[in-house]
């Protein structure tokens, strides 16, 4: 167990419609990464916040947002859900932002869109 | 930018042997990290060892260890002993060293490791 919490585990939805993911960071972690692994694509940064202010941003489509909120935990809200949003989509804490941080990821939640 | 290659789409190991998943890497940073994580089939993501470019000794966890061969740009994970709960997908992931992504994480396409009894 990483300490990393995300829910729900599995989500189910049609297309057009809008999830939010939740993580909970380990205690005392100040960054979160979100990554979204799809078997055509392999794991992909979306974004990372540290300490509630938003650090980067990879290939995250303007549909996808998030927040980190004052007790560090964070949302992954997806919205106009489209087949191709199916994927499992992780996120991560760590200490600090940097080279020698080690990522501890949650379990994921599976996304499936019909 | 960072870029992550693992050559072995799969390997077989006999169970209590060791193996090695290889990890080349191509980076245009003088600082830089490498770790390496396990996906099992239930799907999360476990770290499992970390290399840093200064680190003097390679990294040992357990029964992984990182042969690094920093001329080579090379991060190979080395298992041994294996046991048959290894059996998983294995990445190899480096983190930025700066600019508008510092510390996220690209990672290789994975090797799947399957244990024999």
């Known amino acids: 167990d990483s300490g990393v919490t995300q829910t729900p585990k599995h989500l189910i939805t049609a297309t057009g419609q809008r999830v939010t993911l939740r993580c909970s960071p380990r205690?005392?972690?100040?960054?979160v990464y979100w990554y979204q692994q799809s078997l055509d694509q392999g794991l992909q940064f979306l974004i990372h916040?540290?300490?509630?202010?938003?650090?980067a941003k990879g290939n995250i489509l303007e549909r996808f947002s998030a927040q980190q909120f004052p007790d560090l935990h964070s949302e992954l809200n997806l919205s106009s859900l489209e087949l191709g949003d199916s994927a499992l989509y992780f996120c991560?804490?760590?200490?600090?932002?940097?080279?020698?941080?080690?990522?501890?990821f949650g379990p994921g939640t599976r996304l499936t869109v019909t | 930018a960072q870029k992550i290659t693992q050559t072995q789409p799969g390997m077989f190991v006999q169970e209590k042997e060791a193996v090695t998943l290889d990890c080349t890497y191509d980076?245009?940073?003088?600082?830089?990290?490498l770790f390496w994580y396990k996906q099992p089939s239930s799907g999360e993501m476990i770290f499992l060892i970390y290399?840093?470019?200064?680190?003097?000794q390679n990294a040992t966890e357990g029964r992984y260890s990182l042969n690094f061969q920093k001329a080579r740009k090379s991060a190979n994970l080395v298992i041994s002993a294996s046991q048959l709960g290894d059996s998983a997908m294995y990445f190899c992931?480096?983190?930025?060293?700066?600019?508008?992504?510092?510390?996220?994480?690209?990672f290789g396409q994975g090797t799947i490791l399957t244990v024999h009894p």
């Open positions: 992931a480096t983190p930025n060293a700066g600019g508008t992504s510092y510390g996220k994480l690209t």
């Open positions: 980076t245009s940073d003088q600082s830089y990290g």
């Open positions: 991560a804490s760590s200490v600090g932002e940097g080279l020698t941080y080690e990522q501890y």
């Open positions: 290399q840093g470019s200064y680190d003097e």
């Open positions: 916040y540290y300490n509630g202010e938003e650090r």
């Open positions: 205690s005392g972690d100040l960054s």
